[in-house]
């Protein structure tokens, strides 16, 4: 499994697995059906306005097709790495180094899509993500940049303030120094192991989380982890 080093605000490198190539096409296909379904709604609408005679049906076209042409870039850019698509299948675009990428690499990897989908009819995205190391179609090797998997985020609620007990005691307060972006990513470690029982992923996740908060104990990964979750609840209901 390719994983790549996600890094959080507290400066804890976490691995996330890369996107597979199904993740991708699947996630591709799901943008290609909201587009042509706007295109449909756009088509009935401008066939409304021509019937009418109406002299805005030229302009509603070209307003029309500015979404379609941008509909990747605007999304990534604004939603985190994400297009409705990569929603759905719980992927993401993050830099080479696990941080969100820059205004340019967004557009450099947009710029890529002229080869790796129209001009090649998606034959040169598929065959890279396929065959490269890091899972990367060629926009994504010119911007470094790279697609992972993320488990989509239940509620703040259900996922940050779990309920603690009035009489628990806090066993970590260094718990306290974490932030509520961190304690997400444990959360998602934690599902994702879950899911997949990638017992790495959790060693690694907590000895992280042990050298950053200075942390010495022996305890199980999984219940340092969840004791952290726990511990930080506590302290900031109690801040």
Not at 102 to 118: A, E, K, N, P, S
Not at 165 to 186: G, H, S, T
Request: hydrophobic content about 45%; glycine content about 6%; charged content about 20%.
């Amino acid at each position: 499994m390719s994983t790549i080093p996600v890094n959080t605000s507290q400066n804890i490198m976490l691995d996330f697995e890369l996107g597979s190539l199904g993740d991708r096409i699947l996630g591709r296909l799901i943008d290609l059906a909201v587009v042509i379904a706007y295109v449909l709604i756009i088509i009935i609408l401008i066939s409304g306005f021509a019937m009418k005679g109406g002299p805005g049906a030229s302009l509603l076209f070209i307003l029309a097709a500015l979404p379609i042409v941008f509909y990747d870039l605007v999304l990534e850019v604004f939603f985190n790495g994400q297009s409705i698509g990569k929603r759905a299948m719980n992927t993401r675009v993050v830099s080479m180094d696990g941080n969100r990428p820059t205004l340019g690499q967004f557009m450099i990897r947009w710029l890529f899509r002229l080869v790796d989908f129209t001009l090649t009819q998606s034959l040169c995205a598929v065959i890279c993500v396929a065959v490269s190391k890091k899972h990367q179609r060629l926009g994504d090797m010119v911007a470094g940049t790279a697609v992972i998997k993320t488990r989509a985020l239940a509620s703040l609620q259900e996922t940050l303030y779990v309920p603690v007990q009035e009489d628990y005691e806090v066993r970590f307060p260094e718990a306290a120094a974490l932030k509520d972006a961190d304690i997400q990513l444990i959360k998602e470690v934690l599902q994702h192991y879950n899911h997949s029982d990638n017992l790495l992923l959790l060693h690694n996740t907590a000895e992280k989380i042990r050298d950053t908060l200075h942390i010495q104990d022996h305890m199980d990964p999984s219940m340092f982890l969840h004791t952290i979750i726990s511990d930080y609840n506590y302290l900031g209901s109690r801040g």
